[in-house]
């Protein structure tokens, strides 16, 4: 069902500026071609373009045809926007393998099937493309003073780094020339971007009416930050990735279940395709008991589902009952090697010989000098006294139970805990 593109931006809160004339040009006809590049500078995307992503699927929705551009060329160069020193560019073979990556990811947004979206590369039009043939046919129709005005470079040029590279001065011109060529070669006459790319893309409508006294438009979408003014997309151990080698599916559930409650409200309209009148009961219900963080579990399954799969979102709800001490020793044991190893990355972990266990460990032992998670055997006694200790999520009340090899899960972990979210990993070798 097609939806008004800019009316859906605007009540999700995702639009920031557009170009006179934009919603008219949408208005009048499905089918209206437009970009957003994105920079191949690791071999996946981030949650951070994710608001991109979601741009362009929502653009699909309203019935237009979504291109995505993904920069080999604009790659071996490098984007100021944003920057306070340049970027350390990148190897061709790097560039191809990044490519490959976000291509797969972007897959998973968008249908590209019977032409309905279309994935390009600038390298394929800039690779022939020589420099006298770039300042002749490009850089004589844009003055120094125009490209100096862009609030990009003037930071760049004021600010109290190294100044900016004639590379990345002259990316504004690159990026324009994208939009030029697909202009003239596809018929795309929107491009779209973050708020911070509002003058490399209106570079690209300046060049458009001046080379070819044609006219071209630009819609950018608000930049998300954090309530708490830390930078979104990124946490204490770094990037909140979209590849599950780099950012495994739990710890991708677990960024959207942290989220504050000022988030969760504007995250749960950017990065889901949930309806208004949903949200908005959806809302009065978190209202009515924030502690069960509504929002929060609806945000996280909606994303991990799209971006992974519901299988791995069962996962995760499972991993966070583990964790949180709700899980059964059932549900412990239903777990493979790598899913233990996950879920239990980020807790303190042991190690011990197999020899030891085989032969059998007092629990009081265990937890105490083979391992240190408790001080003492005396505070170890009254822990137990007190039910406080586990293993494996079975509470242990008596000190000389023996431990073997029998115990252990996956033939590999024995879990302790103490309480309901201390706990120790030991990895049995």
Sequence with gaps: MSTNFIEELRWRRMLHDAMPGTEELLSKSPGVKGYIGFDPTADSLGVGHLVQVMTLLHFQRAGHHPIALVGGATGLVGDPSGKSSERNLLTEEVLEHNLAGIKAQLERFLDFGGGRATLVNNADWFRGMTFLEFIRDIGKHLTVNYMLAKDSVKKRIEGDGEGMSFTEFSYQLVQGHDFFHLWKTQGVQLQMGGSDQWGNIVTGTELIRRRAQGQAWALTTNLITKADGTKFGKTESG???????????????????????????????????????????????????????????????????????????????????????????????????????????????????????????????????????????????????????????????????????????????????????????????
């Design 239 to 429: 990037n909140v990735w979209l590849d599950p080698k780099r950012t495994s599916p739990y710890e991708f559930y677990q960024f959207w279940l942290n989220a504050s409650d000022a988030d969760a409200a504007s995250w749960v309209r950017i990065f889901t395709l949930r309806g208004k009148d949903e949200l908005d009961a959806l809302e009065a219900t978190h209202a009515k008991d924030p502690s069960a963080r509504h929002l929060q579990r609806t945000l996280a399954a909606d994303v991990t589902e799209r971006v992974h799969s519901r299988a791995d979102v069962d996962f995760a709800i499972k991993a966070a009952d583990v964790l949180f001490g709700k899980a059964t020793v059932e549900t412990l044991k239903s777990l493979s090697e790598q899913q233990i190893a996950s879920i239990f990355k980020d807790v303190p972990q042991k190690e011990l010989s197999r020899d030891e266990l085989v032969k059998g460990i007092p629990f009081v032992e265990l937890v105490t000098t083979k391992t240190g998670f408790v001080e003492s055997k005396g505070a170890a006694r009254k822990l137990m006294e007190q039910n406080g200790l586990a293993l494996n999520k079975e509470k242990v009340t008596e000190p000389t139970k023996l431990v073997d090899a029998s115990a252990l899960l996956s033939d590999r972990y024995l879990l302790l805990s103490r309480g309901k979210k201390d706990n120790c990993l030991v990895r049995v070798g």
